[in-house]
């Protein structure tokens, strides 16, 4: 009997394909070492395998939340072949943690956010997602075994995901402002980050020459209502997800809504810890917004 129902989910798993299901971080090792040695190595086995760092922080200006940011040519390639904000996905992260003497890193899972942010938008490019995910997944092989961690959400559901029935699509973007130009929204931006607009921070900018194109990484520092405020309680294991992200397409900036952001980065969060966060979306859009204007 056993024999024959193995035989049954064998058939059904070859005929009909099995539902994949992604978590969105790998915890890559826990670690004696500080977190600016384990981050200095983790810099070199990148650099060895192709990608640059473009920016890193202490979370919440917390000595104990780290994040260093990344990216490559072929990713950054890779995401302008996907026009409605395909260039959010290319930056990844690799997230510190230190917790009673040891230091946990991880990092954001490509793959995940690859379907979440171009699975609508995929047209035969699978293989080069996945290359790219897996040479992510090689570079870190060094430090530890990859272990899922975060919640899962199936694979096949990442490309319309929405936390619940109401809330925000990847497709339904926080519209922060339109510009005459993108050299002005370039120019605009880049001044309130050097000033610290909002209690905000500038991690990284990535600009796509000749694109009219630019990704901005946005520390929310102000100590009432940003990363000290909202990440104790929904995780902060979760901090390879951070910072948050403008996006100046043409002359358009806009910014993935929290509603839909925090969802996907932690998609086991309750209703219960969403609604001790239920500021949180509104804060990070006007600060945003602020960001984008003069």
Known sequence: MKRNLLLLVLVFSTFFG???????YFKITETDSEISVIN????????????FVIGEYAVAKNENLFVTCFTSNELKDLSLQFKDRGALASVLKVGFVKKDGKTTVSIL??????MAYWGEQLKGQEDQLMAISNKVKA?????GEAEAFGG??????????????MMPYFDDPDELNEFDSFE?????????????KGNTVKVYEQIFEGKEIAIFGVGL???EDGESHFLPIIGEDHVANMPYEIILQGKEASSLPGKYRIALFWPSLTMGQFMK????????KDVMEGLTED
């Open 18 to 24: 099995v539902s994949q299901e992604l978590s969105p």
């Open 40 to 51: 200095t190595q983790i810099k070199e086995a990148l650099s060895q395998n192709g990608f």
């Open 109 to 114: 899972n490509p793959e995940y956010m690859f």
């Open 139 to 143: 570079t870190f092989s060094g430090f």
């Open 152 to 165: 899962t959400v199936e694979k096949d559901d990442l490309a319309d995901y929405h936390y619940m029935m």
């Open 184 to 196: 002005e929204g370039l120019a605009t931006i880049r001044k309130n980050l050097e000033a610290g």
């Open 221 to 223: 520092l102000d100590t």
């Open 277 to 284: 966060i239920n500021s949180t979306p509104g804060y990070i």
